[in-house]
């Protein structure tokens, strides 16, 4: 690794069209300050420039930009990056219940697709904005984008359920202690999956994998088993510059290769990297 891009290529040939479907950009903070009593600080080294770089060495195609938390409702600079990106590129963004239709559709027109809560300490947004900001976004065609403990996935079930807009969830459930799949959480994670409406990103397994490299085996396992089991409805991400690890990121190109041995053939991977985000943000197929 040199800093936030691996030092070598993966050994896996990604498809043409694969999507990062949750990755972060940072940007010059005389132009993109963060807010001074944010608890977040912007990723040094975690710009546009950078990213697509790291595109190019792993093979990807098409990224979701997903706004930092550091920013708040600020989303310049995820617009910035998603104008670079062009037609490869999607946003979820952070609105609150101030922005009113014209901006929501301004959002819309500039790629955005998703808003994004984010249910753990120093989040923007609680768990009192989720359904009226649902009700909000549906008619624009935008999911909830969210992060929580999946620990407590089913205590929130019918709530999440009831939304009127589909629902992704980040990083394999983002249990903050890792799991066996008998865990009441992941249990209604799978039968939240089953109904159609909700999507599952199988990345981070880093961020909360107390057995850690070379494989991150206790969080994979969780990864292997929704890929398996709920293929239509699972999307891949490298969650890069990795704000969860600052000074310690972990190598994308092992990442892109542990994804590719859960998936265990290019089908699949066509399937999660290609085909599905193109059903879920609105990429053309192929």
């Not at 989720?130 to 999911?143: E, Q």
């Not at 990442?255 to 943000?281: H, K």
């Amino acid at each position: 690794m040199t800093g936030l891009l691996p030092a070598n290529p993966p050994r896996t040939r990604l498809p043409a069209g694969a999507c990062d479907c949750h990755m972060h950009i940072y940007g010059d903070p005389a132009l993109y300050p963060a807010p001074p009593d944010s608890p977040f600080k912007p990723v040094p080294g975690g710009s546009i420039d950078a990213y697509m770089a790291l595109r190019a060495t792993l093979g990807l195609t098409r990224a979701v930009v997903v706004q930092p938390s550091a920013y708040g409702t600020d989303n310049r600079c995820t617009l910035m990056a998603l104008e670079r990106l062009g037609q490869d590129g999607r946003a979820v963004v952070v609105v609150d219940d101030t922005a009113d239709d014209a901006e929501l559709q301004r959002l819309t027109g500039a790629g955005a697709r998703g808003l994004r809560f984010f249910m753990l300490p120093g989040g923007v947004l609680g768990w009192e904005k989720l359904a009226p900001l649902a009700a909000r976004i549906a008619p624009f065609g935008w999911h909830i984008q969210l992060q929580m403990d999946g620990r407590f996935l089913h205590d929130r079930e019918a709530e999440i359920m009831a939304l009127p807009c589909p629902v992704v969830i980040d990083h394999n459930g983002k249990f903050l202690e890792p799991v066996d799949t008998d865990h009441p959480g992941f249990r209604a994670l799978c039968r939240m999956l089953d109904s159609g409406k909700v999507w599952v990103k199988t990345s981070g397994v880093y961020e909360t994998s107390k057995t850690g490299l070379p494989d991150y085996a206790d969080v994979a396992k969780l990864a292997r088993t929704l890929i398996d089991r709920f293929p239509e409805r699972c999307v891949w991400a490298t969650n890069w510059p990795h704000p969860s690890k600052p000074g310690d990121p972990p190598d994308d190109a092992l990442l892109v290769d542990l994804f590719a041995a859960w998936c265990g053939s290019e089908a699949r991977m066509q399937q999660i990297l290609v085909d599905n985000p193109a059903t879920l943000y609105g990429f053309e197929e192929g």
